[in-house]
């Protein structure tokens, strides 16, 4: 001890390349620690290891495609987790919102491209159209689009003709 300060504590770091198989780099200080303890030797922070991942499920793009109403307008969108969206969208909205009808599909992006081409004419801003009585008619006749994967891939995204897509009521 030199004028009254305690000694500077030491603490040596390793790479993980030379140390010997017993020993580990803690995550938490870096340091030096022996493997088959729980807790580091310098900070006594948890160092065992993390329990292993799970396996991550599949990717899945089915979901709903769905027509809401606000004000004069009406939305197409998509969603996957249907709750989550409308929840999102109550809060984003300046009015209640109507959910008008839902379509379930395979595949949420083909099919939402799909009508968002098919309404081009009436597109206001984004997703949003200024539809007519008869197009929301239309929209709401089906209930379920199955897209079916092309035999060889195509070179962009573009929706599929309406003879290319099943219809359900």
């Known amino acids: 001890m030199r004028w009254g300060y305690p000694a500077p504590r030491v603490t040596i770091i390793l790479s993980d390349t030379c140390m010997p198989k017993n020993v580990i780099t803690c995550p938490h200080c870096k340091c030096a620690t022996f493997r088959d303890r729980p807790t580091c030797v310098s900070c006594g922070k948890d160092i065992s290891p993390p329990p292993p991942a799970e396996t991550p499920t599949p990717l899945t793009r089915a979901g709903v495609i769905y027509l809401i109403r606000c ?8 969603t996957i987790r249907r709750e989550l969206r ?16 839902e379509i379930t599909t395979s ?3 083909i099919a939402e491209a799909h ?5 081009a004419y009436h597109r206001k801003n984004g997703e949003w159209f200024a539809l007519t009585e008869d197009d929301v008619n ?6 379920h689009i199955e897209i079916t994967p092309p035999a ?10 309406l003879d ?3 219809q359900t009521s």
């Not at 004000?71 to 998509?78: E, F, L, T």
């Not at 060889?152 to 003709?161: K, M, V």
Request: glycine share 6%; aromatic share 16%; hydrophobic share 35%.
């Open 71 to 78: 004000g004069p307008y009406h939305k197409i969108g998509k």
């Open 86 to 101: 409308y929840r999102q969208l109550e809060i984003q909205l300046p009015e209640k919102a109507e959910l008008i009808h």
């Open 107 to 109: 595949d949420v992006d």
């Open 115 to 119: 009508w968002h081409q098919f309404f």
């Open 138 to 143: 239309y929209f709401r006749r089906w209930t």
């Open 152 to 161: 060889e891939p195509i070179a962009g995204l573009r929706p599929p003709p």
């Open 164 to 166: 290319k897509v099943s």
